[in-house]
C-alpha cells in the first residue's frame, strides 16, 4: 500500500540522543502496539467496508448489507430544519420562527472561498479521495498512538455529513442524539459504508453543499448562510476571506473558538484557516497576508426565534397560527408528526392577519387600558362570511418578563389554542338564545312577564329534566330594581333584561340553546370542559373566548352563516411548493329570517334607550352589538358589527378574580365597569380606525313592530314602555 508517511519503525526526528536500555524497551513496545493498532484496525475497516458481516463489530450481516446497499434518500437530500417565515395579509413578515435557524441556500449562493476554507481546514484531500482517506486514517492512528492521546481524527468530510445527518434527524430526541455521536466501532463503520454510496450517487461538489448547510457553525447559527448573518449581518455569498475562514475555523470546536466570546481564540484559528488555504493554493500570499492582517470585524446579531420577535402587538396572533399547525390533522395524523412539521421549518406562512387592523385593535386596547393596570383587554376581529381572523390584540404584550407586565397567554383565544380559561361572556350570550327561540318558531314580537326578579324554572334539557332544587331555591335579579315586565324581544334586549330571557329559555328548553351554541363555535367552554345545560346559559355564565365571541357575532353579521376561524390562507416551502391547509368550514347556522330578526334587536341596543347607545361609529355608519356584563363585574364585554367586520371586545382581570369595581383604569377612577362603558369604547375606538375609508353598508333588517304603549297608571320603570336611557346600565 502506498503511502507518504514515514517508516513506521524510524524514530522521530526529535528523539533524544542515547536513551536508555529501559527507554528503549518501552519505545519499542509502544511503536509495536501503534502498529499492531494499524493493522487491525485497517484491517477491521477494510474486512466491514468489503465484507457484511457481523463478526466482532457487532453488526448484523442484514444491517450492514442494508446499510451498505440501500442508503435513504435522507441522505442524499436530508430534510433540513430551516426557519419559517409567516407573513401577515399583505405580505408584511410577522415573526422568523424556528427550532434550529438555518437558511438552505445553493453551491452558486455560497461564497467560493467559504468552501475552499472548509475544505482546506476540515479535509484537504477531499477531492482526492473517496469516502474513506486510508492515509488519513494511518497518519491519524500513528500521531495518537505517539502522542498518547486522541488529538487527531481521520473522518473525511463526507463521513462527517454522514454524521451530522444522523444528528439532525435525531431531532430533539437526546437519546438519539446520543446515539449518533456514540463512538463505536460499529457506528464508524456504518457511517463509513454510507459514505462510500453517497460518494457513488452524489458529487463532491454536491456532498459539500450538503455538507455546508447541516454543519452547526455556534450560537444558534445551522448552515453557513445563518452563520454568515449571525457573525458577520451579511449574505455568505459577500463573505471576505478573513470572514470565510472565521466560520471554518468554527466547525472543530464552535465554543471553543466562538469569536464573541474568545475573540483570540478565534482569531488564531482563523488564521490557521488561511494558512491551510495558501497552503493548498486557493488564496495568493497577498490575499492571506491581507486576510490575517483583518481584525475580526464581528458585526453579531443575537439570535432571534419565536414569536417573541414578532412585530409590534402580533405574538400572540403569531402563537396562534403555530397552534393551527399543532393541532390541525391537515398538517399530520398525529401531534407528533404535525410537531415535525412545524420544528422541520422551511416554510413561508401566508396568514389572514390584515396589518390596518391589527393596528386598530391594538391601538385600541393599548389607548384605553395600561399594562400596569389590573386589568387588561383583548380584542379579536373576524370577517363575516369567511372567519378570517384579520386582528387579534390585547394589552399586555407578547414575552416572557413578568416584570414588564408580559405575558405568553393569548387571553383572545381557548386554552387548548395557548389561551387561558376564557371569561363569562354576560349578557352578550343573550342573543344566541334569541336565534334558538326564532328558529324553533317563536316570534320576534314574542312577550313575557319578565318581572324583576324569578325563580329559575324548571327546564328541559337534551337528556332530560332540570330542576330547581335549591333550598331556597335559585332565583334570578334584573339589573335594575325599576326593570320589569311585560317586555317584548326588541326592547327586552335593548334593556337586557335577564328574567326575559329566562323565560323564553324554559319555553324552548336548555336543549335548543346549547345546539345553537353548537351551530355557533361554542362546542364547549375555553377551558375545553363540556358546556352545562343550565338555565343561568342565557346570562353568559360559561366562559369563552374574544375569538369565539368575535365568530358568533360574526355569524350574525353573515346572514346566519357560521365559518370556523380561519388564520392561515397559503403556505408554501422555501422551494415555492405549495402545502395544504386548513379548508374553510362554513355552515348555516340559522335562516336568513332569523338573521334580520337579530340586525334588528341588535341594532336597537346601539340606538337611544339601548345599552350601547353611546357606541355609534364615524358618519353614522350602522351597527349591531351587545353588552355584556358577568358576575360581580369580573368581566365586561362589548361585541358588535358591520356587514364587513365583527369585534369582539372583552376586559377584566386577565386570571378572572378582579372585580370591577372601585377600580383605575387607564388613570381613570370608576365606580362599576359595565359593558357600555368599558370595552364598549374600546370596540368604537377599533371599528372606526378600521373601517376609516371603507364603503358603508347596510345590515338586512326586519319589520318588529314596537308594543303598544303601556296604559296601567301604577307601571313604573322601563316596563312601562319608555325604557331607560342611563348610560351605564350595561347589562349582564
Not at 441522505?75 to 419559517?84: G, I, S, Y
Not at 471554518?248 to 474568545?262: E, F, I, R
Not at 320576534?444 to 324548571?458: A, C, F, L, V
Request: hydrophobic residues 35%; proline residues 7%; charged residues 20%.
Amino acid at each position: 500500500m502506498e503511502s507518504n508517511l514515514p517508516p513506521i519503525w524510524s524514530a522521530p526526528e526529535d528523539e533524544p540522543p542515547a536513551p536508555s536500555r529501559k527507554n528503549s524497551a518501552l519505545r519499542f513496545a509502544r511503536y509495536g502496539a501503534t502498529f499492531l493498532g494499524v493493522s487491525v484496525v485497517s484491517g477491521a475497516l477494510l474486512a466491514g467496508l468489503a465484507l457484511p458481516a457481523a463478526g466482532a463489530l457487532g453488526l448484523t450481516a442484514k444491517n450492514t448489507a442494508e446499510g451498505f446497499d440501500d442508503i435513504p434518500d435522507d441522505f442524499k437530500t436530508p430534510p433540513l430544519t430551516q426557519a419559517t417565515q409567516v407573513f401577515d395579509a399583505k405580505g408584511g413578515l410577522i415573526a422568523k420562527v424556528y427550532e434550529r435557524d438555518r437558511t438552505v441556500i445553493t453551491a452558486e449562493q455560497m461564497s467560493p472561498y467559504m468552501r475552499q476554507a472548509q475544505v482546506d481546514i476540515e479535509d484537504a484531500r477531499f477531492y482526492e479521495h473517496g469516502a474513506v482517506d486510508l492515509k488519513g486514517v494511518l497518519r491519524a492512528i500513528s500521531k495518537n498512538a505517539e502522542s498518547g492521546t486522541a488529538s487527531q481524527g481521520a473522518s473525511t468530510l463526507t463521513q462527517q455529513y454522514v454524521k451530522n445527518v444522523n444528528i439532525e434527524k435525531a431531532g430533539e430526541d437526546q437519546d438519539a442524539v446520543r446515539d449518533a455521536m456514540r463512538k463505536t466501532l460499529g457506528r464508524k463503520i456504518q457511517e463509513l459504508k454510507i459514505s462510500i454510496k453517497l460518494e457513488e450517487d452524489l458529487t463532491k461538489e454536491q456532498i459539500l453543499t450538503n455538507y455546508l448547510n447541516i454543519t452547526y457553525y455556534g450560537n444558534g447559527a445551522y448552515g453557513v448562510e445563518a452563520a454568515s448573518q449571525r457573525y458577520f449581518s451579511k449574505s455568505n455569498k459577500d463573505l471576505t476571506v478573513a470572514e470565510a475562514a472565521t466560520l471554518a475555523g468554527l466547525v472543530q470546536n464552535p465554543s471553543q473558538y466562538d469569536p464573541k466570546a474568545h475573540p483570540q481564540a478565534a482569531l488564531n484559528r482563523r488564521n490557521t484557516v488561511i494558512d491551510k488555504m495558501l497552503e493548498n493554493k486557493h488564496i495568493t500570499e497577498e490575499q492571506a497576508k491581507e486576510a490575517k492582517a483583518t481584525p475580526l470585524g464581528l458585526k453579531y446579531k443575537d439570535p432571534q426565534r419565536g414569536c417573541i420577535t414578532a412585530q409590534e402587538g402580533m405574538g400572540f396572533f403569531c402563537d396562534y397560527v403555530r397552534q393551527v399547525v399543532k393541532h390541525d390533522p391537515v398538517f399530520g395524523g398525529t401531534a407528533a408528526d404535525r410537531k415535525k412539521f412545524w420544528d422541520q421549518g422551511g416554510l413561508n406562512i401566508y396568514t389572514t392577519l390584515d396589518p390596518d387592523k391589527q393596528a386598530a385593535a391594538q391601538k385600541a386596547v393599548s389607548s384605553n387600558v395600561r399594562v400596569t393596570d389590573s386589568v387588561s383587554a383583548a380584542a379579536s376581529m373576524v370577517e363575516p362570511g369567511s372567519g378570517k381572523i384579520l386582528a387579534m390584540a390585547q394589552t399586555r404584550p407578547y414575552g416572557l418578563e413578568q416584570a414588564k407586565n408580559q405575558t405568553v397567554v393569548n387571553l383572545n383565544v381557548d386554552a387548548a389554542m395557548g389561551g387561558g380559561n376564557g371569561f363569562q361572556p354576560g349578557s352578550t350570550f343573550k342573543p344566541v338564545v334569541a336565534a334558538a327561540a326564532m328558529e324553533a318558531g317563536l316570534p320576534p314580537t314574542q312577550e313575557y312577564s319578565s318581572p324583576n326578579r324569578i325563580e329559575y324554572p324548571t327546564m328541559k334539557t337534551c337528556d332530560g329534566t332540570w330542576k330547581n332544587t335549591g333550598k331556597p331555591k335559585t332565583t334570578v335579579p334584573n339589573e335594575s330594581a325599576s326593570e320589569k315586565g311585560p317586555y317584548q324581544l326588541k326592547q327586552a334586549m335593548a334593556l337586557s333584561v335577564n328574567t326575559y330571557f329566562i323565560q323564553m329559555e324554559q319555553e324552548i328548553g336548555l336543549c335548543a340553546v346549547k345546539q345553537m351554541s353548537n351551530k355557533l363555535g361554542i362546542t364547549a367552554r375555553a377551558s375545553g370542559k363540556p358546556l352545562d345545560e343550565v338555565p343561568a346559559m342565557a346570562l353568559g355564565v360559561e366562559e369563552v373566548s374574544p375569538l369565539t365571541m368575535a365568530g358568533v357575532y360574526a355569524a350574525f353579521a353573515a346572514g346566519g352563516t357560521y365559518c370556523a376561524p380561519v388564520a392561515i390562507n397559503k403556505i408554501t416551502t422555501v422551494e415555492g411548493k405549495d402545502v395544504p391547509v386548513p379548508p374553510a368550514r362554513c355552515e348555516t347556522a340559522f335562516s336568513e329570517n332569523t338573521s334580520k330578526v337579530l340586525n334588528t334587536i341588535l341594532n336597537g341596543v346601539t340606538e337611544s334607550g339601548g345599552t350601547g347607545s353611546a357606541l355609534s361609529l364615524e358618519g353614522d355608519r350602522q351597527i349591531a352589538g351587545k353588552t355584556g356584563t358577568s358576575d360581580h363585574k369580573k368581566a365586561a364585554w362589548f361585541s358588535g358589527y358591520t356587514p364587513q367586520l365583527a369585534t369582539s371586545v372583552w376586559l377584566g382581570g386577565p386570571a378572572g378574580g378582579v372585580e370591577m369595581r372601585n377600580i383605575t383604569i387607564n388613570g381613570k377612577y370608576r365606580a362599576e365597569v359595565f359593558g357600555a362603558d368599558g370595552p364598549g369604547p374600546i370596540w368604537r375606538d377599533a371599528m372606526n380606525q378600521a373601517l376609516r375609508g371603507t364603503p358603508k353598508q347596510s345590515l338586512p333588517m326586519a319589520d318588529i313592530p314596537d308594543p303598544a304603549p303601556r296604559t296601567d297608571p301604577n307601571a313604573t320603570g322601563s316596563g312601562s314602555g319608555a325604557p331607560s336611557t342611563d348610560p351605564s346600565r350595561g347589562g349582564r
